[in-house]
């Protein structure tokens, strides 16, 4: 059974840019959430897509998007990145739209300059 | 969601036990606690979860007392490798979306 990965690792993008970040989820699970961890704080909730339907939102503006796709890879869309989009960015999958025992991902950690 | 709130740092030394309180004075009926640990560099770990009196597993022990407004995550002679942050989050169950709301956590320093 894999874990939960990301790519890229690392990503610096320049303000304006649009970034596409990349997850796969652990075998067998359905459900996958998105967070953006900015420095010193903890994990804030993004969205989350639940059989390739989005299953719930923060408090995100809509140049924040995603997909699952059938495999349930997923990706993470951001347009027009701003400076304070720097962050670090972590999807957890697991099994079922209503679990709290998610299984994280290492991130990526995206600069924009 | 109950609000919760948890010492910023705490310091320990290989071999004792930890202890980290954390307050969630609003909880509701249906509200679980849960803790994950994050390591630097890498994703949270989803730890121990909890509704009343005591929980234990291979890497933690959480107590609850009964009129729940607080919880209590022990971690048995910590070693160098639990330095880490630890989150204290209150879910909702049942819930249309497993949204995790984490606060800052506590940074744990353990020392030789």
């Known amino acids: 059974e894999t874990g939960v990965t990301q790519s890229p690792t690392h990503l610096i993008k320049t303000r304006g840019q649009q970034v596409t970040l990349r997850c796969s989820s652990q075998s067998g699970h359905n459900t996958v959430s998105w967070y953006q961890q900015a420095l010193g704080q903890g994990p804030q909730f993004i969205f989350q897509?639940?059989?390739?339907?989005?299953?719930g939102r923060g408090n995100f503006p809509p140049r924040f998007s995603g997909l699952q796709f059938p495999n349930y890879s997923s990706e993470l869309n951001v347009n027009a990145l701003e400076l304070d989009d720097s962050a670090l960015y972590l999807c957890a999958s697991t099994f079922g739209q209503d679990s709290y025992e998610q299984y994280f991902g290492p991130g990526t950690r995206l600069t924009v300059t | 969601l109950a609000k919760t709130t948890q010492p910023i740092s705490m310091d320990s030394y290989e071999g004792q036990e930890v202890n980290i309180t954390c307050s969630h004075n609003n909880i509701a009926t249906n509200d679980y606690i849960t803790w994950y640990q994050q390591f630097p560099s890498q994703g949270p770990r989803f730890i121990i979860q909890g509704y009343k009196t005591k929980v234990t597993n291979e890497v933690a022990s959480l107590f609850i007392p009964a009129d729940r407004k607080s919880s209590t995550l022990s971690l048995p002679r910590v070693s160098l490798s639990d330095t880490a942050v630890y989150y204290c989050?209150?879910?909702?169950?049942?819930?249309?979306?497993?949204?995790?709301?984490f606060g800052q956590g506590t940074t744990l320093q353990v020392k030789p």
């Open positions: 989050l209150v879910v909702r169950a049942p819930s249309n979306t497993g949204k995790l709301i």
């Open positions: 897509y639940y059989r390739e339907e989005e299953n």
